[in-house]
C-alpha cells in the first residue's frame, strides 16, 4: 500500500513521543500534539494540509479523536478538513476557512466548534482545559493537560521569539502587548498547575520562567524604558518572509523577544 505520508522527497511528518505524555507531529516548522487518554484522544493543530494527516493519528490510535486549534493560523488550521469537526477560538473560523487547502480535503465543509475559555475535554485519564489567551491572535487558546502537568502555547509563547503581531494589524502594537501582558500574568496565577511550557515552532519545552520574561518585556515596552532593536528579522527566517526589516523590529529583554511591526510599534 502506498504511504501518502512519503514524497520522493521524503516523508512529511515526523513523529516522537514526550515523557509528558504526548506525540510530537512534526512537519516543517511546526509541531502538532496528540494526547491519547484512556477514553479518547485530542489533537492539537493541524498543520499544512499535506499528506494524509489523519491517517497518520489513526496508525497511533484507534480511539475517537478531538480536534482543536491554537489558534487560526494557516500553519495550525490547513489540515482542518481531514476530520468531521474541530474547535477554536472566536475569530479564527474566517482564516482557517479561507486556506486553499481545505477544498482538496475530505471534509472541506467540516463543523467549527467554538471553544469557551475554561472548557474542558474528558480524554478518560486525563483532562485538558482550554485558556484564552489571544495576542498574536485574537483567537488564540492554550491547552492545559493536568495530569501531566503541561500546558501547550501555541503561538503566543513560542521558542525563542514571540512574533507579536506581524500577521495582525487591527491594533496598534501597545495594544496587543497589553493583551499578551495580562494573558502571561492569567498563565502565572495557573502556573503551580503545571511544570513546563510546549511551544508549537523552534523546539522546547519551556521553562516557567520564560512567562517571567515576557512579563518584565511587556512592562518594560509599555513603560517607555527599552527601545526597539533595528537588526529585525524573526530568528529561522529569511527577513523578507515576514515583509523584510523595513517593515519589522524586534524587542528584546533577557531571554525574552518581541518581532512587531514597524509602523504599529511603541517607539
Ligand atoms: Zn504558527
Not at 198 to 218: C, E, F, Q, T
Request: charged share 25%; with cysteine.
Amino acid at each position: 500500500m502506498k504511504d501518502i505520508n512519503v514524497t520522493p522527497e521524503g516523508s512529511i511528518y515526523g513523529t516522537y513521543l514526550t515523557d509528558f505524555g504526548a506525540w510530537g507531529i512534526q512537519t516543517r516548522n511546526v509541531t502538532c500534539f496528540l494526547l491519547v487518554g484512556s477514553k479518547r484522544a485530542l489533537l492539537i493543530d493541524t498543520a499544512y494540509g499535506e499528506g494524509d494527516l489523519r491517517a497518520l493519528v489513526e496508525s497511533i490510535t484507534d480511539l475517537p479523536l478531538t480536534v482543536v486549534n491554537t489558534h487560526g493560523h494557516y500553519d495550525h488550521t490547513s489540515g482542518n478538513a481531514f476530520f468531521e469537526e474541530v474547535w477554536m477560538g472566536e475569530g479564527a473560523a474566517e482564516i482557517a476557512l479561507g486556506v486553499e487547502t481545505r477544498t482538496k480535503l475530505p471534509h472541506p465543509d467540516y463543523t467549527i466548534r467554538t471553544l469557551k475559555d475554561g472548557q474542558e475535554f474528558d480524554l478518560g485519564d486525563r483532562v485538558v482545559e482550554a485558556i484564552a489567551i489571544g495576542a498574536h491572535h485574537a483567537s488564540s487558546f492554550a491547552f492545559l493537560d493536568k495530569e501531566n502537568r503541561t500546558i501547550y502555547t501555541g503561538d503566543e509563547l513560542e521558542a525563542a521569539q514571540v512574533l507579536l503581531n506581524v500577521r495582525r494589524d487591527d491594533l496598534a502594537t501597545k495594544e496587543i502587548v497589553k493583551l499578551h501582558l495580562a494573558n502571561m500574568r492569567k498563565l502565572k496565577e495557573r502556573s503551580h498547575e503545571f511544570d513546563r511550557l510546549v511551544p508549537a515552532h523552534n523546539g522546547g519545552p519551556l521553562a516557567k520562567s520564560y512567562i517571567d520574561d515576557y512579563i518584565d518585556l511587556s512592562k518594560a515596552i509599555l513603560e517607555g524604558s527599552i527601545k526597539p532593536l533595528e537588526t529585525v528579522a524573526g530568528f529561522g527566517w529569511p527577513s523578507t518572509i515576514f515583509g523584510g526589516d523595513e517593515k519589522l523590529v524586534r524587542y528584546h529583554l533577557g531571554k525574552a523577544t518581541f518581532v512587531c511591526n514597524r509602523d504599529q510599534a511603541v517607539i
